[in-house]
Structure formats: structure tokens, C-alpha cells
């Protein structure tokens, strides 16, 4: 039975750790509720707590598996923890556990973990309007951490870069990842770079390339990070410790340089921005739904009035809608 | 030299039938010029003469030698001709002739031909933004008709019906056209076919194709246009009589059946749609550069304000610009 909660009950419920609340509440975002205005107003003074880690990298390279072994690192430090699985290539949405996600079913009775996979093709922008919104939803009901996992598919990993505090590269031995690296431009979205799968040939060779892209392409100043590269065999556990361990030193240079306010202030201002973007483009449609629209083009088809007069005046009316 | 003439003397020039002026007033369209806005003010009055026809089709179907067949036989009716060649693939603007207008060149000397190729992938959304002011510019320099020739290459052949009141959709004999035309939505926004180069084997077979396709298509009303196909040999001049008697039909049946009107309100609509649009985002972009954004990023960081009511206040700062 579905509870008719009104927006105020979701959100103490959901902070209070009711993963079924905090369910209603990403679906909101998702279908782009009308209530979303109330719940965004109501989530606003709990938020800026969570840390944001992004991971990224191409298919294949054991995205899955490393998200669910920081998952259980982060669970034996007795963090809350929430997990945003992003699947740029899917049109559909909804909170299924996708076929991938099997080995997230280890945290599945796990009341400190919320898993919830995501459709990044919805109707308004995909990445860059529902995942800061769902991130919010996540970090105002208690997630110390929120693990973002998406593949590295065209633009998905700059828009997760964008998203995150921290932001993890995964790459695999033998993939010709490093040079897919250099040309993706994911040089300078990574804070930490992981070999995982380095039981396999080529492990060491492919740490070595990136090591050295890296120092070719940094042009450091003093105080800047260093970015590590850490090898890891995530389905047996190995190297996760060192990679937390770079983690937490990534979360304290944020702390202390004052990147972490940067970061942050600027993924408010595109986030503010897509949504009057996508306002005003709502006011232009309804005012082409309405009248406003066809007696401006009557007058410009008639000449007495010219194109850019006639969108002053259509902007003049979207403003004061 | 260049003239340094203001806007009202190149709008006389333009009318009185200096090729310069033309230029330089499309190359305003091109440049985004400040002056635009003056530019269109001046033009307004004298808009909404010319016949546009929109001619697309893909590569190798001898768009070029059509258009070029097409401004002769107008010419020998003592009309004033407007060409615009539309590159949809390249990113490089400019008034120069290209290497396949070699044969417009036929034209170059005569006063009553105007040619200009333009990039449409250029800032501001390309066809949708700088081909109808272009259309303008040679409208009310007294063009009597314009014909927009673009390669049907994506979104591009539809965006040049939106552009045209008549558009001719050009194919060839085994191309595999009659199937491309079908499954590009080619059908739709054809008012009139064209196979050209009538001369090969397989013209009757392609024009049957089409013919066939067209009657499964179409779900006429009475008064509705019946779509010709005609078969043409551009470069030897054949056919181009019988191209130019349907073209005088569908314009005919347009002013008749009020559908010229809704094509021009409708064409009106979207160009101001585009400006308004525009016009925001760049306001959008003004407020980033300045501190506005930078203040309600801060607020929505501290969690003093949502996301959705900071979007509120941007709005309402890019309304009051």
C-alpha cells in the first residue's frame, strides 16, 4: 500500500532512515513532480553533509565491484552510505536493481546502505538536472558518503566530474585505457586513478603509462594534489584499504585548500542555472501553447514589426509570467 | 575599400541592388553583429516578397546543377534570384564560393543573381538562427524568389521545410532513395520530387518507388496537394520546364488554400521563438560572468535557500535585465 504522505512526513521519514521515504522522494525527482519545488525547500537546510565520490571508467573495468567494496569499507568505518547508479544509455528510469548491480545485493539488508539506479535520458537534461537533485535527497537523509557510478560513455564522466567532490577513474590492464585516458580528457577529471583488475598481465605497464601521462600533463603549483594511482583487485577485496587511504587524503586536501568550497559553490550555480534555464523554456512553451506567440508572428509576417522587437516583447511577457 | 556606410544607407543600397550591400548585410547575419537589430528594424517594411524554395537531397544527386537549371529558367522570366547554399557539415562561415558552385558561376555576372554559401554550425544553433535573416536580407533587397539548397543530411532537410514555402526533395536513380526517402521522413516535408539524372537506368523504376510510397502515405482531404514527381536531366536542361510548372501549381494551391499564411506565421513563430531564447541565455550567461550567480550558489551551498527558489531569483535577475 502506497502511503499518502504529504512532503513534510517524506522527509523526516526518509531522515529519519526510511529507505521506502527516501525511494518516494528520488522518484519525485525523477518524474519531475510538482511537489519537487516543496521537497527541494524542505530538504535545503540538511544538506552540504555528504562527501560525493564519483567513479567512472569504461564498461568492463569493474565499476560494480569497486563501488560495492568501498561500500563495505565505508560500512566497517560505520558511515552511511548512499549509492546513485547512473546509466547514461537508458531511456527507462525507476529504483530496479539492474542486472549488473547483482553484487550490490551483499548490502541489500543493510539499512546503512540505499542503492538506487538511475536513467540519465530523461526529458530535461539527463545528468545535469536529476543527479544533483537525487544527491540531495541522499545527503539530507543522513549518507555520510554518496558513491555516483557511471560508465564512461561520452560526456556521462566530465558531467559526473562535475557532480562530485571527489572524482575516481577506473581503468583495467590491457583495455589501451591509458591512451583512451589522454584523449578523453580524463587526465583532468580524475583525483585518483585505479588500476583494478592488476592480477592481470600488463597491470604494472598500465600504472607506469599513466604515471607518466600524469606528470606530463600537470603543470603543479606548490600545494596543488598529486594525483595517486592505485592498483587493486576490488573482487578480492585487495588494495581497497589503500585506496580508501588516498581517498581520505583527497577529502583533506578539499578541507584544507579550500577546493572543497569551490567545488561545491560551483555545482550550486549549474545546478540554479539549469533550472531557470529550463523555466524560462517552460514559459516560452506555454506562452507558443497560448496566444502570445502567433499574434507576434502575425505582426512580424505583416512587417510592421520586426523578429528582434517581436522576442523582446515575447521575453517582456515570458518575464513577467 | 570597405564602405563605412551606417545601416539605413546599406538597407538603401541592398534595395537599389548593390551586390556589396547584400554581402555585408549577411555577413552581419553571419558575424552576429551589434547591429543586427537595426539591420532587421530597417528591413521589416520590405518583407515577406519573396518565394522561398527549399531544395535538399543527399550528396551526388546534382543539387548544385538543379538550383543552378532553376535560377536560368527563372532569369528568363525577368525575376530577381536569391541563391543560399547551406554547408550543414562545415564549421567555417563566409561569402566565398565553394568548389562545387563552380556552375553558379554561370550567374556570377548577372546582376539579377545573388549567391551566397553559408556554415550553418555556427554559434547560435545554425540553420534555425542565421538562415532566416539571411532570407530576409535578400527579401527586402528585392529578391523575388530565394532558393535555399542544403545537403539532406540529418536534421537539416526538415529544418529547411520549416524554412521554405515550397520544398523539393531531389533523388536519383540507384541510390537507394526510395527507401532513404521513406525511412528519413523525406516523404513529409516533400512538396515536390525531383529524380534527377533521368538519363540512367533505373529513373522510372525510382519514380514509381516514389510514387507508390507517396499514395501508401498520404491521407488527402479535399483541396489537399497531391505531391508530383518529376523526372528531370538538370545538367542537359531537360525536364526543368515541367519542374518549374509544378512549382507554379504548389504555389498557387498556397495562396489559395490560406497554407502559405500558416507556413509563414508558423516560420515567424519559430525565428522569434529562437531570438527569445537566445536572448535569455545570453542574459543567463551575463549574470554567471557577474556576481549574481556567485551570491545564490553561496546561499544554496549554506543551505539557506533550494536550488529551485535561488532558479527563482535568477529568473527573475535575467527578467529585469
Not at 1 to 13: E, F, H, K
Not at 28 to 56: F, Q
Not at 92 to 100: Q, R, T, W, Y
Not at 161 to 173: E, I, Y
Request: charged letters at 25%; glycine letters at 10%.
Amino acid at each position: 500500500m502506497r502511503s499518502a504522505a504529504g512532503v513534510p512526513d517524506l522527509v523526516r521519514q526518509a531522515r529519519d532512515g526510511s529507505p521506502r521515504a527516501v525511494a518516494r522522494l528520488i522518484s519525485m525527482v525523477e518524474d519531475v513532480s510538482p511537489r519537487l519545488r516543496e521537497v527541494m525547500a524542505k530538504l535545503a537546510p540538511h544538506s552540504g553533509n555528504a562527501w560525493v565520490i564519483g567513479l567512472t571508467g569504461s564498461p568492463g573495468v569493474g565499476k560494480s565491484t569497486s563501488t560495492s567494496a568501498l561500500v563495505k569499507a565505508l560500512r566497517a568505518r560505520d558511515l552511511r552510505v548512499g549509492v546513485l547508479a547512473i546509466d547514461p544509455s537508458s531511456p527507462f528510469s525507476g529504483g530496479a536493481l539492474l542486472g549488473d548491480r547483482i553484487r550490490m545485493q551483499d548490502h541489500a539488508l543493510d539499512p546503512g546502505v540505499y542503492i538506487r539506479s538511475m536513467a540519465s535520458r530523461g526529458h530535461l537534461g539527463g545528468l545535469s538536472w536529476a543527479t544533483p537533485q537525487a544527491l540531495r535527497v541522499l545527503d539530507a537523509a543522513g549518507c555520510d558518503v554518496v558513491l555516483v557510478e557511471t560508465v564512461g560513455v561520452g560526456q556521462s564522466e566530465v558531467e559526473v566530474a562535475g557532480l562530485a567532490d571527489t572524482t575516481v577513474v577506473l581503468l583495467a590492464p590491457g583495455m589501451g585505457d591509458g591512451i583512451q585516458a589522454a584523449k578523453a580528457g580524463i587526465l583532468e577529471i580524475g583525483d585518483v586513478f585505479v588500476v583494478n583488475k592488476a592480477d592481470r598481465d600488463g597491470a604494472d605497464a598500465t600504472v607506469k603509462d599513466l604515471r607518466n601521462m600524469i606528470s606530463l600533463a600537470e603543470r603543479r603549483q606548490p600545494g596543488d594534489w598529486r594525483q595517486p594511482v592505485v592498483k587493486t583487485v576490488a573482487a578480492r577485496g585487495e588494495g581497497v584499504e589503500e585506496l580508501m587511504e588516498a581517498l581520505d587524503k583527497h577529502r583533506a586536501w578539499l578541507a584544507e585548500s579550500g577546493e572543497l568550497r569551490r567545488r561545491r559553490l560551483r555545482r550550486a550555480a549549474d545546478e540554479v542555472e539549469t533550472i531557470a534555464v529550463t523555466t524560462l523554456r517552460e514559459r516560452i512553451g506555454d506562452l507558443r501553447h497560448g496566444r502570445g506567440l502567433d499574434e507576434l508572428a502575425e505582426r512580424v509576417v505583416a512587417g510592421d514589426l520586426d523578429p528582434y522587437t517581436a522576442a523582446d516583447r515575447l521575453v517582456d511577457a515570458v518575464s513577467s509570467a
